[in-house]
């Protein structure tokens, strides 16, 4: 099978549709950074708490948010995430309500204030939703409902462990009543927790409390990663072709990091930690990419020295025109993958993923290569010796050969 | 089959054999369970898969440097009066901000040469340099200051491990974390309750004892006030534990008067362990070591009939009177629950930290998340690696099965990597798998698309073979190297999940390399040997 052969397409004629392209999504994406959404920066960089609370039933984000602000937490953003049978919302606050005096203050007040009107009705008993298996541990070993003799500490707490991990892992977190222990604990171990414990209607999966000295940190050290990246690239290119040709790479990438990043922006999307991972590996993809076709180019050099560059490029272009689809197909697929069945936790990354290689598929086609082409013309016209070509004649000033293949 | 490439194809079963080594070691059982163990006991599951808590804590290496600066203003006085020199005054002019900066006031000029030779002989670690009006500045030098902070965040460490290991988790993490912050990174698996945990670690434990000269007293004023506003030398006004409260809140108030020295302190400790005081009550008994046996008789022995403060963390516990003189053995009371005698002797075990510590960040997993985040990753993975597959069997026919072999060899040589280094799986990781995958078809690509180029162009296979590979062999060495560049970044740079990705992507397309090219090359070689002239490809 065989999708392109001899394609002879001439993407150089179309550079000042490219750019338009380009320039629509980039502008628009940096008129939001700058106007609309400004860069979400997701808890990682920005600081504050997340808590992600599963439901037993279809959660109702307005009333959670009036019990918090009831509670005095101002400010806290709450939200449904994942599909809507998983029941789950999360809980954001600012980092003026996390402080590095009490880091996990505002988690404990969210659980409390949630706890609310359940713990006041069951008063003198704990949230066995949200007990970890040591209080239940110590709560077994003080009642001793088992009538355990000297084993009692290591027995009661590989119970405790037992009916931990039957809530979270077979009940998904949440238990509908002490009841449902009953597969996986003693029947006294059952009727002695009913007399301490209550089933609120939610239980904590995940917790994240970043502090505001973290958060700048992480910012910091996420602009950094970035940008020795580049100029990794950069550096790299240069020694193995041409400067211009690590410039026009590095242009290509920063495009595509500023088209992703401007339509996290648009959507308002939070940009996390690993969301840098992913823009990280765009870079690296979208290199790939550039690089195949550059390498392309070089070779074509050497051997259609009478050619013009501009349709040494647009051969390039076209011979290696049925890899690039195929890959970036191949990894679109994958990426997709992940997108759709990889879960919550990945959702935001893949999307970065999904975007980026569209992006730097396109971008190393309409966007590196017409910047090589458009150096040369800018030389010629100022009566230069196009660099990057093979030198036939050789004379002062110009490059060495550093082609080999 | 020639003789090169049976010697390859040994190669490369080998290479097979010892990453499925690396992979699942010499399972015990063989059947799908036992595999499974064998698989999670060499690569192992990052945090945000099994669930756990991610602290990063900070560590005030001040604190350190202050008690070192405070520990040279005593000495400096104390030499100061056995030398006869007189000072008006001696401060730290700026505790916060320079905890190593100490200012010695009004020295005359003839007692100058005096102090500056007690100075510099008595404190090495320190620069004596005159200033204004006959004051002197005793500052660290940069050097010991800097060994010094970072001493306090080793010291630091092994306490906080000493400490999570006798509360039992398992592989925890304690390491050093950032960019000379001085923060620590503690990663506990399967700790579901990060309140205790991070309780026990933050307490300082600094156990000295003293003698106590008076008190209680109800306020301060009222200590001053029993003393006609003044001490006596040499002594401190220190907070008692309030009564009926827990360690470390305070209700009432009590303040005594207790002396600057120690008869001995933490350091001094064998061993302390929960017991019952002569009431019955919770305690905790400890036992000194010879040396610090030693000078407590000695010290005790000095004191018969006076009282003995037991001072924690700044707070007097307990006020005995010294009826004899006391060998090695002491116990601690004061009101405590059994939870927290066992939490203070583990503490008192593992040794005072240094310094103060801060948490910074604090991240839990919960079990059920892990859970659900593996399945859905692992879906992901199987389901995208399945389209590429089934791609490029329908694309290249043969030459697709040769791919898919190149893929799931490299796929192998990946986890096998990660067995052998230990390497931690996390969601990212699980997700760099995936685009190890996508990626990694890139070169069986770019091979394919030459070689049916060069057969387009009229070559034969085996030559179009042969220039298909040399061809896109630079090609491929230069995304790899670039890809690799950001993924070591990223390695360098992250934390946790992000490592765990960066770690697959790095293994990933290294073992790509050798798959895509050596293998796939192979793999052709063999179909060619066995190739009629004339005959076409298959790809």
Redesign the interface.
Known sequence: MEFFRNTNIDFLGKKWYFLIFSLIFSVAGVLSMAFWHGIPLGVDFRGGTLVYVKYAHTPDPAAIHAEIDRAGLKNARVQRIGQAAANEVVIALDIQETSEQALDKGKTLIIQALEGSAASANSGKQDLNNASSLTIANYLLEKDPLHLGTDANPRYTAMAQAIVGERDKARGGVLGSIDDLKTAADPAVVASLKDGFFTSDFGIRNVEIVGPQVGQQLRKQALLATLYSLAGMLVYLALRFEWIYGVAAVLTVFHDTLITVGAFSLLNWEISLTVIAAILTLIGYSNNDTIVVFDRIRENIKLLRRDKLADIVNKSINQTLSRTILTAGLTFLTVLALFLFGGEVLHAFSFALVIGILIGTYSSIAIAAPILVAYQEWRAARGQQPIAMPVRTGGPGQPKEKIKA | MNKNLTWKLVVIVGILVFFLFGIFGIPKDWTGKGLLASITDRIHLGL?LR?GTHL?L?VQVDDAVNVDSDNAIARLKEDMRARKINYADITKPDPVNHPELVLVKGITPDQSGDFKSIATEHLPDYNVSSGAENSFTVTMKPQNLSDLKSRAVQQAIETIRNRIDQLGVSEPVIQEH?LG?YQILVQLPGV?????V?EIMQSTAMLEIKQSLGGPYSSEAQAFQEHNGQLPPDAVLMPGKSIGASRDTDSGESWYIISRASAVTGRDLRTAEPSRDENGQPAVRFILTGDGGRKFYSFTSAHVGDNLAVVLDGKVQEVAVIKEPIRDTGIINGRFTD?QTQDLSMTLRSGALPAGI????????????G???I???V???I???L??LI??L????WAGVNADIALILNLIILLGFMGFFGAVLT??GI?GV??T???G??SN??IF?RI??EL?NGKTPPSAVEQGFS?AW??IV??H???I???A??F???TG??KG??TT?VFGLAANLFTAVFVSRVIFDWVLTRHQRGEALSI
Do not use: N
Not at chain 2, 358 to 369: A, D, F, M, N
Not at chain 2, 394 to 397: L, N
């Open positions: 945000d669930g990063i900070q950032g912050q579901d309750d990060p309140a205790r991070k939870q801060k948490y910074l960040e604090e991240r839990t997993v919960g079990p059920s998340l859970a659900d985040s399945r859905s990753g879906q992901a993975a389901y995208g690696m389209a590429v791609f490029m329908v694309y290249y026919r969601l990212p997700a995936i685009l995958v996508g990626m078809v890139d690509v770019l698309e049916r180029e387009r061809h630079i090609t230069d995304t190297v670039t890809t560049v950001s993924a970044i990223l360098i740079f992250g999940p992000v990705f960066a992507l």
